[in-house]
C-alpha cells in the first residue's frame, strides 16, 4: 500500500497581530486548492511557528483558524510578514490497489485499526477513519499516547517529563509531533532530538511546569508496507438502545373504531402528547362508554386534511375534532359539517375547534414585495422610509406603532432578518419608519428579489381586552350553530407515559450516576385540541339532550388563558362571539363550560349545543325509524296511515325518552310535484337548557 501526505501549499504569508486571520496575497489559493474547515495550517517559521486548525476559508487569500480553548491561543502574537508555511489535510490516504476493503466489510470507527509491520518488528497503529474507495481508506494521522505531565526549560526547546517517563525507551522519535495541551508553551511542536526523559523541539518556551502533554506519530510516504485490519475490543461491551419517532400513514383513509383503552394502544399506539391521534382519543374515551372512532392524515396541510374530509363524506360520524389550530383547515371543516347537515346530505354533524391565544394580530404578510419595494436609509432626521407600489396599507389597517420585520436570504443562503416600528403610515404604498434598520441591512434586502426576500408588519401586543375581543372576533367569523370553537388554547393533563418505559439500562445507570427515563404519571401542557376532544367524549357519552353548561370535563387538571388569566368581564366579551369557554374555579379541581355556546349565538335554537345536538339525533333517529319503508310499498291511503301510525309511535318514543317535550304531524301526504315522494313535516318542542333561575326577594 502507498501512504500519500502531500502538502497543499508551501510559499510565504503573513499573520496579523492579535487575530486569527492568515494572509498570503500574493500566492494564496485557498479556494482553489480545496482547503476546508478542520485541515492544519503549520507556519514553519517567524514568531508564530506552530500548528493550527482552520476554521474557515474567507477568500483565495485569507483564512481563519481556531482559537482553541483547550489552550490559550487566542490569536497570533505578533505581525511577521514572509512567514514559511504548509497546509495539511485532516486524513492521511491510504490505497491498496489489491484489496476490497467494501467486500472485507472495513467499516470506520475508532474500533477499527491498521497495523504496519516495520522492519524493527515492531508495528505502527492508525485508526480507519474513512473508506473512500473500495481499495482506499483515510486513516487517523495522529495515534495519541497517553497524556502526561512535563516542565519545560526556559529559553530552550527542551521539555521533560516530570514523572520521568523514557521517552527513547517509549519508542519516541525524531519527527513525530509534542502536544501541550494547557499552559504557558501550549500548542504542537515537531520533535527534533529524544534524548531519555528529554525531548527538544522546533520552539523556545517559556519554562513552564507541570503541563500536560501528548506525544503523536507522524506518517511519511512510504510504499511496499505490510499491514492488518482488525477490530478492538473495549472494557464496556452490552446491547445499544436505538429509538426514533415518525408518522404513521397505516390509519389514513381509515377508520379506527375503539371501545377501551386496550383497543387504543394496539391500534393507535401509546397515548402521549407525541402520539397526538391516541393522546386525543384517550381522553374521548374517557368521557364516554360508548365508541370513539379516529382517522390519521399523512400530514397536516389543507392538502391532507381536504382528503380526510373526503374519505369521510361516505362514513357515518357526528362529533369531528381536528386536531390543529390552523384557521385554513378549520374552514374546511366549516364548509364540511354546513353540507354534510343540509338536507341533500343527511348527515348531521358538528365539528370542535381550537385555535392559539391572539396577542397580536397580522396586518399584512408579503412574502412577494413589488419589484420595485424599497427601504430609503435617511440618517438625518432618522427616519428611513419604506415604500411598496403593490401593497395597501390602508386597507390592511397599518397604523403607528405596529412593529415591521423584513427578511431576506443573503448571498451564503443565511435568512437575515431586522425589525423596526412604523413612525407614521403616508400613504397606501408608503411608510415612514423609525431608525431601527443597519444600513448593511437596507443594502442586502433592497438588493435581493423575490422569493428572497419578505415582510411581516403586525400589531403591537394587545392587552387582554383587545385579546378578548380578537377570540370573539374569530368564533363570530364562523357563525355556524355546527361549528363549536373551544376555548382556551393550552391545557394541563396528568397521564401515564409508559412509551419509553425498557429493561435496558445504560452503563451510567448500571453504575448509579444519572436520571433513568421518565415513565409512570406525567403532567404536561397541551394544545386545546385535546380539550376539545375531551368534549367531543361528552357528547357520545351523554344523552343527546343533555346541556353542557356546568357539566365537568374528565381528564383536564389545570388550564391556561381562561379565568385565572381573563377577568369575568372579559370572558363575557369572548362569550359574545360564540366562544364555548371552559373554565376552572379551583386548582387541580374540576374542569367545566362556562356556557355550551356554538359560533351562531342569534337564536337560543342555533346557540346551545344540547338543542343542536338534540335535534341531530333526532333527524337521524326519524330517518333510520322511517328507512324500512322506504322502496318496498306504494303510496296509497292504506300506506300513508300506516306511515302515520309509525310517526306518531317514533314521537311517543322520543318523549317517554324526554328527546322532546312534545311533537305532532303537520303534514302527511304525497308529493304533488314528485308523485314517488311523501311530504312529511313534524313540529317538535325539544327541552330548553335552564341557564338561568331568576329569583326575586319580597320583604
Known amino acids: 500500500g502507498d501512504f500519500t501526505e502531500t502538502p497543499i501549499s ?35 517559521s517567524g514568531a508564530d511557528i506552530g500548528f493550527f486548525e482552520v476554521a474557515s476559508v474567507e477568500t483565495e487569500a485569507s483564512l481563519t483558524v481556531k482559537a482553541t480553548p483547550e489552550t490559550t491561543f487566542t490569536g497570533f502574537a505578533a505581525t511577521a510578514s514572509g512567514l514559511t508555511y504548509f497546509l495539511t489535510a485532516d486524513f492521511t490516504t491510504f490505497k491498496d490497489s489489491g484489496v476490497d476493503f467494501f467486500a472485507k466489510n472495513v467499516i470506520p470507527g475508532r474500533n477499527t485499526i491498521i497495523k504496519f509491520d516495520q522492519p524493527d518488528g515492531t ?112 472494557d464496556r461491551t452490552g446491547t445499544i438502545l436505538i429509538s426514533w419517532d415518525g408518522v404513521r400513514i397505516d390509519n389514513v383513509d381509515k377508520l379506527v373504531t375503539m371501545q377501551t383503552t386496550d383497543d387504543l394502544l394496539a391500534k393507535l399506539g401509546p397515548a402521549v402528547p407525541e ?42 360520524v357526528y362529533a369531528l375534532i381536528p386536531l390543529t389550530q390552523d384557521l385554513a383547515t378549520q374552514q374546511l371543516f366549516d364548509a364540511h359539517v354546513t353540507s354534510q347537515s343540509s338536507l341533500e346530505g343527511k348527515h348531521e354533524r358538528k365539528v370542535f375547534i381550537n385555535r392559539k391565544l391572539f396577542v397580536f394580530t397580522t396586518r399584512t404578510t408579503e412574502l412577494s414585495p413589488d419589484a420595485g419595494a424599497t427601504i430609503t436609509d435617511s440618517t438625518s432626521p432618522t427616519l428611513d422610509t419604506f415604500v411598496d407600489a403593490g401593497a395597501d396599507f390602508v386597507t390592511d389597517g397599518v397604523v403607528t406603532g405596529d412593529e415591521i ?79 363549536t370553537n373551544v376555548w382556551p388554547d393550552l391545557v394541563e393533563f396528568t397521564y401515564t407515559d409508559d412509551s ?30 385535546h380539550l376539545a376532544a375531551a368534549i367531543g367524549g361528552q357528547v357520545a357519552g351523554e344523552e343527546s339532550e343533555q346541556p353542557f353548561t356546568n357539566l365537568n370535563i374528565v381528564g383536564p387538571v389545570g388550564l391556561r ?29 374540576p374542569t367545566f363550560s362556562r ?35 322506504i322502496g318496498s310499498f306504494n303510496i296509497t291511503n292504506i300506506y300513508l296511515e300506516q306511515l302515520r301510525s309509525v310517526v306518531t309511535a317514533i314521537l311517543a318514543s322520543l318523549k317517554s325518552d324526554s328527546k322532546i317535550i312534545s311533537g305532532s304531524i303537520v303534514k302527511l301526504e304525497q308529493s304533488t310535484t314528485e308523485s314517488d315522494t311523501v311530504i312529511l313535516e313534524i313540529d317538535i318542542l325539544v327541552p330548553f337548557p335552564a341557564n338561568f333561575i331568576r329569583v326575586t326577594l319580597f320583604i
Open 123 to 234: 508495528a505502527r497503529t492508525f485508526i480507519v477513519e474513512a473508506v473512500d474507495d473500495k481499495d482506499t481508506l483515510r486513516l487517523n494521522a495522529e495515534f495519541l499516547s497517553d497524556i502526561g505531565t512535563g516542565d519545560s526549560a526556559v529559553g530552550t526547546g527542551d521539555f521533560t517529563d516530570s514523572g520521568s517517563t523514557d521517552f527513547g525507551a517509549a519508542g519516541v522519535k525524531v519527527g513525530w509531533k509534542l502536544i501541550i495541551e494547557a499552559g504557558a508553551d501550549a500548542g504542537t511542536f515537531d520533535i527534533t532530538a529524544v534524548v531519555g526523559i528529554t525531548i527538544t523541539v522546533n520552539t523556545t518556551f517559556a519554562g513552564a511546569t507541570g503541563q500536560d502533554y501528548r506525544v503523536s506519530q507522524t506518517l511519511t510516504a512510504e510504499t511496499g508496507l505490510k499491514y492488518s485490519i482488525e477490530e478492538t475490543k473495549f
Open 561 to 589: 388563558n381562561s379565568n385565572k388569566y381573563f377577568t369575568d368581564t372579559q370572558l363575557d366579551i369572548i362569550a359574545t362571539g360564540g366562544t364555548y369557554i371552559v373554565i376552572q374555579e379551583i386548582d387541580n379541581g
Open 595 to 629: 356556557h355550551q355556546l356554538s359560533t351562531d349565538i342569534s337564536l337560543i335554537e342555533k346557540r346551545e349545543l344540547s338543542i343542536t345536538k338534540n335535534v341531530d339525533f333526532i333527524a337521524k333517529f326519524t330517518r333510520n325509524q322511517l328507512r324500512p319503508y
Open 500 to 529: 419509553e418505559k425498557t429493561d435496558f439500562k445504560t452503563q451510567d445507570e448500571l453504575d448509579g450516576v444519572g436520571t433513568a427515563l421518565q415513565t409512570g404519571n406525567v403532567t404536561r401542557v397541551v394544545d386545546g385540541f
Open 275 to 316: 402520539n397526538p391521534l391516541a393522546f386525543a382519543a384517550f381522553w374521548a374515551l374517557q368521557n364516554t362508554d360508548t365508541t370513539v372512532v379516529a382517522t390519521a392524515v399523512a400530514a397536516d396541510s389543507v392538502l391532507n386534511w381536504s382528503q380526510a374530509l373526503d374519505f369521510l363524506e361516505t362514513e357515518e
Open 405 to 483: 420585520t423584513f427578511s431576506f436570504v443573503d448571498g451564503d443562503g443565511i435568512t437575515q432578518t431586522g425589525e423596526t416600528r412604523i413612525s407614521t403610515r403616508d400613504s397606501a404604498t408608503a411608510l415612514t419608519l423609525l431608525n431601527g434598520l443597519s444600513a448593511a441591512f437596507i443594502i442586502g434586502w433592497n438588493a435581493a428579489t423575490d422569493p428572497d426576500r419578505s415582510y411581516v408588519i403586525i400589531s403591537p401586543p394587545l392587552d387582554k381586552f383587545d385579546q378578548a375581543e380578537n377570540i370573539a372576533d374569530f368564533s363570530r367569523g364562523f357563525a355556524n350553530r355546527r361549528v
Open 10 to 44: 508551501e510559499v510565504t504569508g503573513e499573520t496579523t497581530i492579535s487575530t486569527l486571520t492568515f494572509e498570503d496575497a500574493t500566492n494564496g489559493a485557498f479556494v482553489t486548492d480545496g482547503v476546508r474547515p478542520g485541515m492544519q495550517l503549520r507556519i514553519k
